[in-house]
Each structure stands twice: as structure tokens, then as C-alpha cells.
């Protein structure tokens, strides 16, 4: 029996298309757009000015706070503008605009950095990397990398679990990560067992990646604290919880985090990234994404350079095709809905998904048949019909008290609803408001 | 991109589970068992269904659009369901007002009164059937014996039900031994040889129909297992103890509707918990009372008011019974 999380999950059809395209570099963009706000936490505060020339991988946006994150400039340049642009989230945040030197070799060089596997820095040393290299969580939630690596002197961690999940339908940027630089993930790894005094590591991968699971076993042959955990294929088996739980057996409490129970998670792309920052020193300016789609022709996965205007990458796979009608930036299940393409790439983009007119409209809701099958899906043990009723006729309290903030928004209760209540969006709006009452409170 | 671009929260996929398919699975569930009961009872079944649906159907649409003035929405399939229930429940022959009759308790009384789809409490269909039943006893307990298909209904000789004629022998002091010559046998039971309501008639075709219910998902087996294994057990502890006096556990799961509530009434969705663990629960208890009923009670058959009195319970024990929440009350783990 392959391992898995107990309760609640579901199978949506997995669409990997692109799990056999080999990532391809993107070419350079002729503009990036850098949000100053890629990650969770404070935004970064821009220290660069209108008309400044830029370094590749030079920060131009730093760290203010401890929960923030520096942000680089992915390609050498000058910058033309501090604007506001529309970002993912569909508001408008503000954005250090960079024009590409055509002229400049640097930006045309191809990487090259070859497997190094000794680890020669000492436990500051990485960390230090690690914070300045501007690197955060590449799963999705971006949250900044050394926030989880600074672990304070009772800390009980004994245990690096590695998310190669990619349990959302259609992205496959980790799977061939996974493939393409199992060597380098596994140095990685090290590096940070070697930071944080950890002795095992265990990386997950649902069993749809084969492959990946061959070849991290294979590069991870000659280091026994590292195993490699085959996965059930469900839905959300890469929530960090769940994945735990699948893994290790271990319930974070209600509330708490990984580190609670001796846990740290990180995504195998973060774990790239952090061999970049500190065999390379090189910051995080680059990511993998996955542009695909049903009816997108040369469906791939690329090196994207952070900033890069989806717009671009739409049209290196082929241009929008006839009747798209939704546009995501991320997976089918968590991703977010962009307006147009001018959005740039972020630290947290794993895909770009288009979606066609049949599978992009929602079936009008209906009256609920109390079929319980939302009750059966929660991987968290909630009840999400009836969030959304005590959400709607505004019962905050109460749905405090039946849990609400412990939704992880992974969209199962809509997926299965055979009447189509849009349960989440009402979850989500219900948790915005406990939140603010909680607030007040306090 | 000429249409324009659809800006929604996640998650943009959605399974093809549709209530209204789930609601055809039910109906295309049901269509061994009316089969069986067409050719046992011929004409009256394909009358009294055929009323009893249109109308469920009829009130629905008269009631929302003229008294309600909300959005019809007969083409649910949840009318059609409770017409199809409520006429499996009846027995062939009875007086066409009188389905009318129950139809209008059904849809009107026990679904729309409460808000509809969704939000009644109890099984309309039942509802519609025990209505009946306390109204009119006489005429909801005489049953065209299955000898007498394919003839005009008010000829038709009429009968007992097994349960029927095991209650009413017991009280005139024979023995299961003498009664069960009386009684269809097991076999007969089975395929639907007996006297009774028109859809509880053969085992083996409501069998069938719940087995494509769990197969397709539309129920899970928790309330059709464990209620008919709380029947079989009381049942049997009770023929254990006197088999003179009781009757044995396969004459009750076999009779008295105990299938097609079990697979049909009892697995509502509307009406039953949310929970796996509240289902049990709930499915104990229909268990319990249907037994009681029927073995020290004044109505031979029990499974329709054991359903009614538990769907009562059932705000009650979603209440008290819910899923495990993730993360809760979990020993701290001290590494």
C-alpha cells in the first residue's frame, strides 16, 4: 500500500500533459516586471532608482523585516520605472520595471553550473546564503525559505521532509525538476540536513512520477539518511499537513506549525534553489513553469526569469488559443484567475494554465442535497456545508468555533459539490472576516 | 480573445457530479424493481406509478409557481423520485384520489412546506405513505395477492403480507410452525411472489438497484449494511430465544419493505447524517425501532415509521457527531 494522508481527498483527472517536455529556457524578455511583494510577509523596500543600471542577480529590492525576503534583478538592465502594475492578485502593487540590455552578454550566457557536491560552509554561512539569495517557498505559498531554516535553540526538528508532490492537476515544473536535477535536489537536501543537524529526510512523490521516484532514489543511493517516499495519487497530498501526515504519521496540532512536531517541509524547487544560493551563490531569479492547457499547442515547461510578463510565455507556447475563457496563474485547484496576460511571473508562479469555455464556467448553484460528500473530501475534518451556511447568514462566531480558520483552501468541498455550491469562496470570505473579529479582539 | 475572460476563485475544475445525475442514478436504480412489479401486478402498477409521479410532479409545479412564486424546479428529478417511492410504497389498487392524495402530503406537506429540496426533515415519500396509512387503514392494507396479476384492479383478490399474516397468526395463538405454510417461501420472497406494496415486492430487483447506488457512489454502504445487520441480529436473538413465536431473521429482512427502505428511503441523502460515523448511528436505530415495531407493535411492518422517527434525530446527531477535525486533541509529540 502506498502512504497516504487518512481522511478527506479527492483524484481529479491529472492531465500532466507536459510531464515528458523537457524544460527549455525561455528567451530573454525585452522587459521584466518585479513585484516588491513575491512572497508572504512585509513587501521588500525598492533601493534601486529610476534610470540605475542593474547587475543580473543584483538585490534590488530588500528584505524589511524578518519575514520578508530580498528580491534580485533578474537580468541586467536598466530600470525605466517604479510603477504600480495589476499583479496576480489581481490589485495593484507596486513593481520596479527593468529594461533588458540587448547588449550585454551576461544576459544571453547560458547557465552553467556544474553537480558540486561539497558542502563547504559552515551552518551560518548557509543560512546567510540563504536569506540574502532572496529564496521562498517555490510550492506556491512563498513563504520566505529562512524563516523556517532559523530555528531557535529548543527546537526539536529531527525530521526534513522534501515535497515533490505536485498533487494540482496539469503542472509538472517539480516532476521534471525532479528529473532533470535529481543530483543537484539531493545536494541540496544536504545542505540543509547540514544546517539545521538533521539526520533523516524523507522526499515525497506521488506515485503518477515514476520516474522521479527512480531517479531521486538512484542519486540518493550513496546518503542512507535520505529515503524516497512513493505517494497514493490524491488530492491535496502536497499540503504541507496532509503530506506529514502521509509520511511521517505525525498530526501537526490544530493551529500549529510543521515545527511542532519536529517537522520542517520544504518544496523540492525551494531545495534547488537553495543549492543555487549556496554552491553557486546565486539568488533566485529564475523558476520553472509549467504553461499548458488542453488545447495549447506546444504545451512545456521553461526556465522563466522572475518578472517576465505571462504574456510571453503564452506566446512561446503558441499563442491563446480560440475560446480560452480563463487564464490561471498556478494550478486548477489553488491557482488564481488573472485578468489579462500582462501579469508578470513571480516567485510563487508554478504554472500557467489556460483553460477553454467548457471547462471554465461554473454550473449555477443549486439547493443543497446534504449528500455529505464535502464532509467526506475535507482532508481537514471540517464541515464545509455548513461554513458556508453560517457564513452566509453571517454566524461568525459559531463558524469560528466549528474551525473555519483551519480551512487550507484546497477547494476539494467545490470540486465534488454535485449542486455546485460555491462552499470555498464562502469559506475563504468567512475566515477574512473571524480573522478581522479576531483581530479587533485582541 | 473575443469572449470575455472569466475571473473566478479557485478551484476552476469541477467533477461532472451533478446533483441531478445523482438524482437519475436513484431513478434508473428503481427501474428492476418497477419491472418486477409490472409484471406481477400488470396494469395497476403502471397506474398507480404513473399517477403518483405526475402528480408529485404536478403539486411541485403548482405549488412554486403559484403559491411559493419561486423558480420551479421539477426537473430536479427529486419529485419524480418521491412520486416513484411513493407509489412503490402503496399497494396496487388503491383508489386514484387517494394517490393523489399522498402525493400532495408528500411534495406539498413534507418537502415544499419545509423549503424545498434539501431542507426537509423527513423522507417526503414516507411521509406521504404513513399519511395514508393512519388515514386510511383499510384501504392501505388490502393487498392484490401476486396469483391474481394482469387483472382489472377491483377484481382483484386481495391478501396479506407475510409480516401481516405472521402478526395476525401470533395474536390468534399459532405457531411459526403452523404459519409457515401460510407464508411465501424464502425463494418466493426473494423474486417478488408476495403480497404487498408494489416496489418492495422482489428482494432480488431492489438488490440489485442499491448495489448500482454504491457502485456509483450516489450512497455509501454504512446505513444498507449495518441496518439490515441490526435487523438481522435483533431478529435472530429474538427467533433464538422462541422460534415458535418470532419469526426468523430472513422472513424479516426479506419482507416488509425492509429492502427498499433500507436501499431507498433510508439512504436519502437529504434526509439522512453527513457523517459516516452519524450514519451509523442513524442506521442502528432504524434498525432497532423497525424491529420493535414490528415484533411487539400494533403495525406488523415497521421500517417506514423507524425511518420517519430517526430522520427526526438527525439535525441532532449531525450535530453531535462530526468528523474528526484535523490536528485536534492530539497528545503534544515530545521528541
Not at chain 1, 267 to 296: C, H, M, S, W
Not at chain 2, 222 to 249: C, D, G, K, R, Y
Request: hydrophobic content about 45%; charged content about 20%.
Amino acid at each position: 500500500m502506498l502512504k497516504t494522508f487518512p481522511k478527506g481527498g479527492i483524484h481529479p483527472a491529472e492531465n500532466k500533459i507536459t510531464s515528458s517536455k523537457e524544460i527549455k529556457r525561455m528567451p530573454i524578455p525585452k522587459v521584466v516586471y518585479v513585484p516588491i511583494a513575491q512572497h508572504i510577509g512585509i513587501p521588500s523596500e525598492i533601493i534601486v532608482d529610476r534610470k540605475d543600471k542593474v547587475e543580473i542577480g543584483q538585490v534590488v529590492a530588500k528584505s524589511s523585516g524578518f519575514v520578508s525576503s530580498n528580491i534580485h534583478s533578474p537580468v541586467a538592465g536598466t530600470v525605466t520605472k517604479l510603477d504600480m502594475i495589476v499583479d496576480t492578485s489581481g490589485y495593484k502593487k507596486q513593481c520596479i520595471v527593468i529594461r533588458t540590455d540587448q547588449k550585454n552578454e551576461s544576459n544571453f550566457e547560458e547557465p552553467n553550473f556544474p553537480l558540486k557536491k561539497e558542502i563547504s560552509m559552515d551552518q551560518k554561512d548557509i543560512l546567510k546564503h540563504i536569506t540574502d539569495s532572496g529564496i521562498v517557498g517555490l510550492g506556491g505559498a512563498t513563504f520566505p525559505s529562512h524563516v523556517k531554516l532559523d530555528l531557535k535553540n529548543d527546537n526539536h526538528v529531527d525530521c526534513l521532509i522534501i515535497n515533490g508532490v505536485e498533487c494540482e492537476p496539469y503542472l509538472t515544473a517539480d516532476h521534471r525538476l525532479m528529473l532533470e536535477k535529481a543530483d543537484e535536489i539531493i545536494v541540496g537536501i544536504q545542505i540543509l540536513m547540514h544546517a539545521l543537524h538533521i539526520q533523516e529526510a524523507v522526499i515525497g512523490i506521488e506515485n503518477n512520477k515514476k520516474d522521479a521516484i527512480k531517479a531521486l532514489k538512484k542519486a540518493a543511493q550513496s546518503d542512507k539518511r535520505i529515503k524516497v517516499a512513493a505517494l497514493q495519487v490524491k488530492y491535496p497530498q502536497g499540503s504541507e499537513k496532509q503530506l506529514i501526515k502521509a509520511i511521517i504519521k505525525r498530526e501537526v496540532p490544530k493551529g500549529g506549525l510543521p515545527m511542532d512536531v519536529g517537522i520542517i517541509v520544504h518544496n523540492v524547487g525551494t531545495i534547488f534553489a537553495i543549492y543555487q544560493a549556496v554552491q553557486y551563490d546565486r539568488p533566485l531569479i529564475e523558476r520553472v513553469v509549467t504553461v499548458t492547457g488542453k488545447k495549447i499547442e506546444n504545451a512545456s515547461n521553461f526556465w522563466v526569469k522572475i518578472g517576465t510578463p505571462i504574456k510571453d510565455l503564452v506566446n512561446e507556447v503558441g499563442g491563446i488559443p480560440e475560446g480560452t475563457r480563463k487564464i490561471v496563474n498556478g494550478g486548477p485547484m489553488m491557482g488564481k484567475a488573472i485578468k489579462n496576460t500582462d501579469v508578470p511571473v513571480t516567485k510563487g508562479t508554478s504554472g500557467i494554465l489556460v483553460i477553454s469555455e467548457d471547462e471554465a464556467s461554473r454550473g449555477e448553484p443549486k439547493n443543497c442535497i446534504r449528500c455529505g460528500e464535502c464532509v467526506d473530501v475535507c482532508p481537514m475534518g471540517l464541515e464545509p456545508h455548513l461554513l458556508m451556511n453560517l457564513t452566509e447568514k453571517g454566524i461568525y462566531e459559531t463558524a469560528a468555533n466549528e474551525d473555519i480558520m483551519t480551512c487550507i483552501e484546497c477547494g476539494s468541498c467545490s470540486y465534488v459539490c454535485p449542486s455546485h455550491r460555491p462552499l470555498l469562496d464562502y469559506i475563504r470570505f468567512g475566515k477574512s472576516i473571524v480573522k478581522k473579529l479576531n483581530t479587533a479582539k485582541n | 480573445m473575443a469572449d470575455p475572460i472569466i475571473i473566478s476563485a479557485s478551484p476552476h475544475i469541477h467533477s461532472a457530479r451533478t446533483s441531478k445525475k445523482v438524482m437519475y442514478d436513484v431513478v434508473i436504480a428503481l427501474i428492476p424493481a418497477f419491472l418486477v412489479s409490472l409484471y406481477v401486478f400488470g396494469y395497476s402498477a403502471m397506474i398507480l406509478t404513473s399517477i403518483a409521479v405526475i402528480s408529485c410532479l404536478l403539486f411541485e409545479f403548482l405549488i412554486q409557481k403559484y403559491i411559493l412564486k419561486t423558480k420551479v424546479t421539477i426537473s430536479d428529478g427529486s419529485a419524480l423520485i418521491t412520486g416513484i417511492l411513493l407509489a412503490f410504497n402503496l399497494p396496487a389498487g388503491l383508489p386514484i384520489w387517494m394517490i393523489i392524495v399522498g402525493s400532495l402530503v408528500a411534495i406539498g406537506v413534507a418537502k415544499l412546506s419545509f423549503g424545498g429540496l434539501g431542507f426537509n426533515i423527513f423522507n417526503p415519500a414516507l411521509v406521504g405513505r404513513v399519511f395514508l396509512l393512519v388515514s386510511f387503514p383499510v384501504q392501505m392494507t388490502m393487498w392484490p395477492t401476486a396469483v391474481e396479476n394482469n387483472t382489472v384492479i377491483a377484481d382483484a383478490v386481495t391478501g396479506a403480507t407475510p409480516l401481516g399474516i405472521i402478526k395476525e397468526g401470533l395474536q390468534f395463538g399459532e405457531t411459526m410452525t403452523s404459519l409457515s405454510a401460510k407464508i411465501p417461501s424464502n425463494m418466493d420472497m426473494l423474486l417478488g411472489i408476495t403480497g404487498g406494496s408494489l416496489g418492495e415486492m422482489s428482494a432480488i430487483a431492489l438488490l440489485i438497484g442499491g448495489l448500482y447506488l454504491i457502485i456509483r457512489k450516489v450512497i455509501s454502504w454504512h446505513i444498507p449494511v449495518i441496518l439490515l445487520a441490526t435487523i438481522a441480529i435483533m431478529t435472530s436473538i429474538f427467533w433464538l430465544v422462541n422460534s415458535e413465536q418470532f419469526a426468523n431473521p430472513i422472513i424479516h429482512i426479506l419482507s416488509g419493505g425492509a429492502i427498499l427502505g433500507t436501499f431507498y428511503m433510508a439512504t436519502d441523502l437529504v434526509t439522512s447524517p453527513m457523517t459516516k460515523k452519524g450514519m451509523v448511528i442513524f442506521a442502528i436505530g432504524i434498525g432497532i425501532i423497525t424491529v420493535v415495531i414490528r415484533l411487539f407493535g400494533a403495525y406488523p411492518e415497521g421500517i417506514s415509521f423507524a425511518i420517519l422517527i430517526m430522520n427526526a434525530f438527525v439535525p441532532l446527531i449531525n450535530k453531535y457527531f462530526k468528523p474528526r477535525r484535523f490536528g485536534s486533541k492530539i497528545k503534544a509529540k515530545i521528541v
